[in-house]
Nanobody, 119 residues
Framework: QVQLVESGGGLVQPGGSLRLSCTAS????????MGWYRQSPGKQRELVAV???????NYADSVKGRFTISRDNAKNTVYLQMNSLKPEDTAVYYC?????????????WGQGTQVTVSS
């Protein structure tokens, strides 16, 4: 099994910045993708940013130009730098990672970290 542990959430004023981190541990072979999703009350979980290994990153339109995803493959860690935060960015942010094991795709989720943007 693979465990994902997130950190870095909190309360920030509009226009501020936060950096989220997520580290994977356990039975890791090769993580093919790592990324971030978020969920606000009453809404479905949505993609924020994903970074495939050796592939192009993908961002939600609502965060392009403000958020930056990066990975440290040696540490099995993914980061999300969030700048120019807006109240609508308030949500629980979840880390996701996936790998292929025995020809099957396995997807893993972190426990979530709360990000609140408010004055």
């Amino acid at each position: 099994q693979v465990q994902l542990v997130e950190s870095g959430g909190g309360l920030v004023q509009p226009g501020g910045s936060l950096r989220l981190s997520c580290t994977a541990s356990g039975r890791i072979f090769r993580l093919t993708v790592m990324g971030w999703y978020r969920q606000s009350p009453g809404k479905q979980r949505e993609l924020v940013a994903v970074m495939p290994t050796g592939g192009n990153t993908n961002y939600a339109d609502s965060v392009k130009g403000r958020f930056t995803i990066s990975r440290d493959n040696a540490k099995n860690t993914v980061y999300l730098q969030m700048n120019s935060l807006k109240p609508e960015d308030t949500a629980v942010y979840y880390c996701n990672a996936a790998q292929v094991v025995n020809h099957a795709l396995h997807s893993y989720w972190g426990q979530g970290t709360q990000v609140t943007v408010s004055s």
